[in-house]
């Protein structure tokens, strides 16, 4: 199972909007609804943004959203701030191995 | 607030074994589906395995690359979570993190340990 495809890298200004890409293919993020996204600080535990492509868990904030068209699901930081500057990884459930995940971005702040 | 403690990693020869716990709390452990993931230095995220719960079975699954080296166990009395790393190889370098599976059929990671490190080296 080969990892989904992530841009190594994304930066912006503060207050700006971006967006993280993650491309699959039929048999993950275009078969299913199942695509989640992940914010890794270092050292801190991993913590989930977005779960089934645009659900986000309470407690993230709003400035998080997600979506998905064919095989490429999407993840954008609105009024991106400082503390947004971490990696960031995509996730889907697959029809051979339960999981994959993308190949990280990391999001740095300007 | 659930809280997941990994523990046991720590440096071994290649060909080596050790056994990593994970330590869980504020959810109900035993019907919880729970995974280990993985990040190698510099890499990215790779799923390792997966216990389901004893209520509806307990199935285990494994990533190609760990398949019939590792092991992951529970014990529902003790809310703790096992990973049995045997035959240790360079490429099992990383931190490992304990997971919980939430959302629809277990599909996301909702909440992850701060990790332990598991250096294999001669």
């Known amino acids: 199972q080969s990892a989904l495809t992530q841009p190594a890298s994304v930066s912006g200004s503060p207050g700006q909007s971006i967006t993280i890409s993650c491309t699959g293919t039929s048999s993950d993020v275009g078969g299913y609804n199942y695509v989640s996204w992940y914010q890794l600080h270092p050292g801190k535990a991993p913590k989930l943004l977005i779960s089934e492509v645009s659900n986000r868990p309470s407690g993230v904030s709003n400035r998080f959203s997600g979506s998905k068209s064919g095989y490429t699901a999407s993840l954008t930081i609105s009024g991106l701030q400082a503390e947004d500057e971490a990696d960031y990884y995509c996730s889907s459930y697959t029809s051979s191995s339960p999981y994959v995940f993308g190949t990280g971005t990391k999001v740095t702040v300007l | 607030e659930v809280q997941l403690v990994e523990s046991g990693g720590g440096l071994v020869k290649p060909g080596g074994s050790l056994r990593l716990s994970c330590a869980a709390s504020?959810?109900?452990?035993?019907?919880?589906?729970m995974n280990w993931v993985r990040q190698a230095p510099g890499k990215g995220l790779e799923w390792v395995g997966r216990?389901?719960?004893?209520?509806?079975?307990?199935?285990?699954d494994y990533a190609a690359p760990v398949k019939g080296r590792f092991t992951i166990s529970r014990d529902d009395s003790k809310n703790m979570l096992y990973l049995q790393v045997n035959s240790l190889k360079t490429e099992d370098t990383a931190v490992y993190y304990c997971?919980?599976?939430?959302?629809?059929?277990?599909?996301?990671?909702?909440?992850w340990g701060q990790g332990t490190l598991v250096t294999v080296s001669s």
């Open positions: 504020g959810f109900i452990f035993s019907n919880a589906w």
């Open positions: 997971t919980t599976s939430g959302c629809s059929d277990g599909t996301c990671f909702s909440n």
């Open positions: 216990i389901k719960s004893y209520a509806v079975g307990g199935a285990i």
